[in-house]
């Protein structure tokens, strides 16, 4: 059974960094994509940031780019969110995901993490 479980989330005042983490276990981690996907009260999802299995390649959405880094050791069998320069529009619950290849479309995704609260205050 596939499990991510998400955490490093919490409260940062604007132009503050925060690091999330999201552990998988149940799958040869290193075969599939890993992304962070977020959503703010009364928005849709939203894709963050995308990495492929290997970890060459990656994808950031226009709001992240510049600002956030995704990473992952496979190693570790955890993907990394590292988030710079936060503002109160990154307020939302953060979540990872998994899946066969790396995209932008939540619904190619398979598994889904809890979530993790970042709240920014300015």
């Known amino acids: 059974q596939v499990q991510l479980v998400e955490s490093g989330g919490g409260l940062v005042q604007a132009g503050g960094s925060l690091r999330l983490s999201c552990a998988a276990s149940g799958r040869t981690f290193s075969n599939y994509a890993m992304a962070w996907f977020r959503q703010a009260p009364g928005k849709e999802r939203e894709i963050v940031a995308a990495?492929?299995?290997?970890?060459?390649?990656?994808y950031y959405a226009n709001s992240a780019k510049g600002r956030f880094t995704i990473s992952r050791s496979n190693a570790k069998t955890t993907v990394y969110l590292q988030m710079n320069s936060l503002n109160s529009e990154d307020t939302a619950v953060y979540y990872c995901t998994s899946g066969p290849t790396l995209h932008t479309n939540a619904d190619s995704y398979e598994y889904w993490g809890q979530g993790t609260q970042v709240t920014v205050s300015s």
């Open positions: 990495v492929s299995g290997s970890g060459r390649a990656a």
